[in-house]
């Protein structure tokens, strides 16, 4: 089997796929890897360390596709700015893993298929126990969670921490995470070791325990039930009259807060609207919130995607870029998911076997045998 690790080549891009450790396992496992040249040199990865690792480094993209069982993308692939196409150039029966953005890029699906590659969307992988080594939405959470709170924190004018000074003593900073799924999670933990005072609220109760274990308050809301939670662990979606009643309740925590982080998603939902103009006037001037469902929407109603606005003295920041923004752990990471997948979708020789019946391959192959099996 031929695993190829190819360049990121999207806008602004600095991860890979595998990052040398993770070759360096495959290799000894009997696995042949190629790796285009300067794929890993924006995440630090150089050319030398992927040979050392037991890599062929290929630089004709050509050359490096046509040889392919296994493409391993962090992107969708496309066609590159100098009109090398990466799907055109991918030998049918390829299996190519990638987070394909299946929600929101049909037309990439429609040529996968067509050009009779097997293809997996990591995004679709089951968050269950036995799928978690393969959960790429979890990883890039966590960064995300971590990132997220460093880019509020030097946003905002004060301490995290309650300092003593021989000019008195500072009060620690407030933070209140809205959403604690695992970017959420992160978020209290980063907060929590810089040293802020963190109150956390989900709607499903079962995240109580874990928050409380990371040192924050978690909010509590009579309404908020067991049943939230469907066998994926993900939430429900709340009804408009129990967002409003929801909001109410926030109201009064946001107002006291200076950092608010919103995490709250149900997957392939626009993100529920928790945050509201009038809860933003509220808050103190120089406050900041950090929206990280700008993509979805916006948890809060001002949040602009992609950008940091400032409305009635608060900035609120609507980055699209937490989870890619650290390369080196987001790298290595993606390369122990492919990994793992890898030897999920092997048989006892050795030899990729798609087989459908698998419950985690089943969510998650979205092209396969020349037709797209992916229903949004
Ligand atoms: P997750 O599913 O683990 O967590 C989402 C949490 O939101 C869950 O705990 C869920 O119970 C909660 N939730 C849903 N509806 C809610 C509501 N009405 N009120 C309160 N809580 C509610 O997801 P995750 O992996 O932690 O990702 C969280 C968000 O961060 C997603 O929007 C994801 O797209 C986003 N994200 C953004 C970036 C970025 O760069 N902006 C990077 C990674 C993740």
Known sequence: MRIVVPRETAPGERRVAMAPGSVKRLVSGGVAVAVETGAGLAASFTDEEYREAGAEIIADPGALFQAADFVGKINVPQVRDDGFDEIAAMPSGTLCVAMLQPYANSAALDRLAAQGVTSVALELIPRTTKAQRMDALSAFSTIAGYAGVIRGAEELGKFFPMLTTAAGTIAPARVFILGAGVAGLQAIATARRLGAVVEAFDIRPVVKEQVESLGAKFVEWNEADEGRETEGGYAEEVSESEAERERQLLSDHIAKSDLVITTALVPGRPAPRLITEDMVRRMRPGSVIVDFAAEAGGNCELT?????????????????????????????????????????????????EIDLNDPILDASVVTHGGKVRFEA
């Open 304 to 352: 602009v995607a992609g950008e940091t606005v400032r409305r009635h003295g608060v900035s609120i920041m609507g980055p699209l870029d937490l989870a890619s923004s650290l390369p080196v752990p987001g790298s290595e990471m993606y390369g122990r998911i492919l990994a793992a997948l890898i030897e999920h979708a092997s048989n006892e020789d050795g030899i990729l």
